[in-house]
Every structure is written in structure tokens, then in C-alpha cells.
């Protein structure tokens, strides 16, 4: 009987032997599975990142030409304009995709592919503050928001007119603006 209870041990123990050497090499070939696709994941991830990057620099590119070529908004007259404008006073620290000045006004227009409400918040609560600490020299100034965009949802134009944020849209080969 002894012996017979061994025989069925050690053939279970074989079989366990079996089945971790089978679970091991099953995690092994997942692991190597999760590795290539991780891997293609991250080239996923690289393309969308850089189409949405191409998207952000076409909108850029298309107000900045519109408006740095006539500097005129909500009808202000602005003397010149900044393109990518970049500062950092201790540890605020800020970009401005277009500037536009003249001797008692400033616009800070943020520029975006496809606006959304977070862009417009951002805009009000950390980028125009920021703005006030970076740029003392235009204090006072009458100050002017507005984000220029190609597409902008009806809820988040809206939301910026009701902020006294500007809304720049592209209308065929020119910029329509909507002044709150």
C-alpha cells in the first residue's frame, strides 16, 4: 500500500513539476507578448502625439498669418504682434502663441485645433495669470483674451463669451471674430 501511495505521489509530483514548467513558459511567451505589443503601443502613441502636434501648428500657423497680416481684433488696432512668446520670472513660467499690442492694449490669443472648455479655463485661470506676473510692463494695459480655434463646440464658445474671452473662428480664408 506504501509503495503504491508513493508511486501516485511521485506521479503527481511529476505531474505538478509538468504543469509549473507549462505555466512557466506560458508567462514567459505573455510577458514576451506584453513586451511587442507595449512596443507598439508606444508607436501608436508617438504617431497620434505627432498628428496632434501637426494639427496644433497648422491652427497656429493659419491665425498667425491671418492676424499678425492685419492686426486688427474686435476692432482694436494693434501696432505689432508676437508669435510663440516664451518667459520665465523665478518659478512661473509660461508660452504665449500670439501677442498683440499697441500703446494701451494687449490680446493673448491661445491657439487651438479644436477648442474645449479645459482650454478656455486654462486660458482665464493659469495662462492669463501667469501672464499678469511674467509681464508687469502691460499692467496698464486693457487686457483682452481670446482663444482662436477651428472648431469650437457651441457649450465652450459659450462658456468663453460669458468669461470675456474672444472667439476667433475660422470662416473660410479669413478669421471671424466674436467679441463678447
Known sequence: MREAQAQAQAQ???????SGEEMEKTFRELAESDKKTDAKLDRIAKLV????????DVAEEFFWNS????PTIGGIAYDYA??????KVGDIEDEY???LVNGKDIAIIETKYKAHSQDVEKLINKKYKNFQILYPEYSDYNH????ASFYINDDTKEMALDNNVMVLQRK????????P
Request: charged residues 30%.
Open 12 to 18: 503527481t509530483d511529476a505531474q505538478m513539476k509538468k
Open 49 to 56: 502625439g505627432g498628428i496632434s502636434n501637426n494639427q496644433g
Open 67 to 70: 492676424i499678425s497680416s492685419k
Open 82 to 87: 508676437d508669435k510663440n512668446r516664451h518667459k
Open 97 to 99: 502663441d500670439i501677442l
Open 144 to 147: 483682452h483674451l481670446g482663444i
Open 172 to 179: 473660410g480664408d479669413v478669421i471671424e471674430t466674436i467679441v
